[in-house]
């Protein structure tokens, strides 16, 4: 069972240009952070999120990163720029599309040193993450667990990418969930639903989106989380 | 506080690397020293480029390989269909279907379309197939931790194992040729021009390499397991994105040490992750002597003879020092004529007899994300 302290979330629809996210994160961390790509700074912003409603994050803390499709935009640049313009991936756009770079950063801006992993399963990688991060051996007392989707332009060819109809809404988030086992007044609890789920609840970012959605309603309840996961938030909590 | 957890079982490996098929035939290159002397060449760039690698003979399709690779697995095993449903599927990749990618997308170009470059991306999706290829009913997970993505794949898998949530894991290390990996290591100046000397004074780089490689993990004892995993640990070093300090890797190898309840001076052998780059070798070397002082026992990199395979190093150099422990010996590092002074320790410069004991595994990757794996003869 995982007591969740503190969540964090940036969730928006795709527009024709994309928002600048350097602004938004200058805005909210006070910091410039050079020479990363989209997906970095999406999950940068996240996880700073989810940090500003923990108060703190303890140094230990364990860092996972879920996601379907990691570095997407920045792989597509380099796959355009080797086929098209005959050229080789800087040191920086190879270096940002390294599974585990996002959580570097995260680390090094949130003076995190505990384990740290890239994690994915189709449409379920959130739900997998939960899993490993149960693990008794692992001995997390504290883990900031993450779920990032990256928007990739132009949106017209997004689309076909993912097998999408034209006129289809696409989004891109960054959801963080920070679990402390040492505290004493977590906000909801995340555990085994005991059996496997015959249908799941919901998939892919769709779970992390309910997550935080739930968690930030005033409904009561439990919500599903995959196939093989319950939350239920603690009624004492404020 | 030295514990012993419940020990997970190796059950026999296949792989698939530079010296064809077989733990066996990759052990037997390691112990003779044969440095593959291979090159590939990458056109249609502002100007032709030749790089030093190791690929896989043949012409296989990476789908093709990681099937054949896992069957042989499953087979060494003994799994049957119903062992299958309690097997969960573990593989450890760092550029996943990438080269599949690149190939479709040049493909469609050569077609005459505009052409998508990464469609279907999902970064599960070859667990996905392999499993339903394959049958295996438990769950799947595909770990991108560069470099150390399949060490971490072991861990997790032998944690689950550990603590009975599955019988078997099927763990697989993958990697296939693909111009992202060696246009991009080039690029950061980190390919050596012919050989690559890990621990050298004069080392000047990697020299990468393709392999599928795959284990399954057991929790009973079978007549032919050979190997346990005793334990390991991960950690982050947020100091650097791409050069690991010596501190951060002192401190993982000692948690991996205490996970399975080891101490440091039982260790027989050493596996360095052993790049031959400048910082890596510095930042290990370092460690080692930060957690053996002068009790550093025989050490050794293989990537001089199979090349860095990235996200695969982690089941295929864990097969390979087992085949070669098994023939007798720890194998020299190839290519490892002279001391550097920053670093001041020796690996292996001949084969090595080692007694039965535990072994220390390095892996370590980009994004600062450092594995240490025990292991142990049964």
Known sequence: MLKLRAFGALHQELVPEPLDLRV????????????????????????????QHAGEISGDTALYLACDSP????????????????????????????????GYYIANHLGLSGPQLALHRNHESLEAALELLMLHSAQHRRALLGYVEEGVWPLSEQRVRLGLGADAPLYESSHWFYFDQDCATPIAQIEPAGHDLAQPAAQGPADALALTRYLGSAGTGELRLGRRMVARKIATAA | MSRAPRPVYFNGGASLSSHGWGIAAAADACLQQRVPQGRVV???????????????????????????????????????????????????????DI????????????????????????????????????????????FSTACSASANALLYAAWMIREERLDHALVLGVECQNRISLL?????????????????????????????????LSGTLT????????????????????????????????????????????????????????????????????????????FTSIKPVLGHTLGACGVLETLVVQGCLERGDLPATAGFTTVDPALGIKPAMIS??????????????????????????C
């Open chain 1, 24 to 51: 938004l994160l200058k805005a909210e961390t006070g910091q410039n952070f050079r020479r990363i790509n989209r997906f970095i700074e999406l999950a940068l912003l996240g996880a700073c999120r989810c940090r």
């Open chain 1, 71 to 102: 570095m997407l935009a920045d792989s597509v640049k380099i796959l355009q720029g080797m086929e098209l313009e005959g050229r080789a991936p800087s040191p920086f756009e190879f270096m940002n599309v390294s599974g585990n770079m996002a």
């Open chain 2, 42 to 96: 990458l056109p249609d760039l502002e100007s032709e480029i030749s790089l030093p690698y190791c690929a896989i003979p043949g012409s296989l399709p990476s789908a093709g390989r990681l099937q054949e690779v896992a069957a042989a697995a499953i087979a060494g095993a003994q799994l049957k269909a119903s062992d299958l449903s309690r097997t969960g599927l573990f593989i450890g990749t760092s550029s996943g």
């Open chain 2, 99 to 142: 080269a599949e990618h690149e190939r479709h997308y040049a493909a469609e170009r050569r077609s005459g379309q505009a052409g998508i470059a990464i469609r279907q991306p999902l970064h599960g999706a070859m667990a996905q197939r392999l499993a339903h290829a394959c049958g295996i009913g438990g769950p799947c997970y595909t």
């Open chain 2, 184 to 216: 991009g290591f080039r690029s950061m100046l980190l390919v050596a021009r012919d050989a690559c000397r890990p621990f050298d004074a004069a080392r000047e780089g990697i020299i990468l390499g393709e392999a599928v490689a795959a284990t399954v």
């Open chain 2, 223 to 298: 007549a032919d397991a050979r190997w346990c995993l005793q334990g390991g640990a991960n950690l982050c070093d947020a100091t650097h994105p791409t050069n690991p300090s010596p501190e951060t890797i002192a401190q993982v190898i000692r948690l991996a040490l205490a996970d399975a309840g080891v101490a440091a001076q039982e260790i027989r052998a050493v596996k360095a992750h052993g790049t031959g780059t400048a910082s890596n070798d510095q930042g290990e070397a370092l460690g080692l002597r930060q957690v053996f002082a002068g009790n550093l026992p025989p």
């Open chain 2, 352 to 377: 090595t007899p080692i007694g039965p004991g535990p072994v220390l595994l390095n892996f370590f990757g980009f994004g600062g994300n450092n594995c240490s794996l025990v292991m142990a003869p």
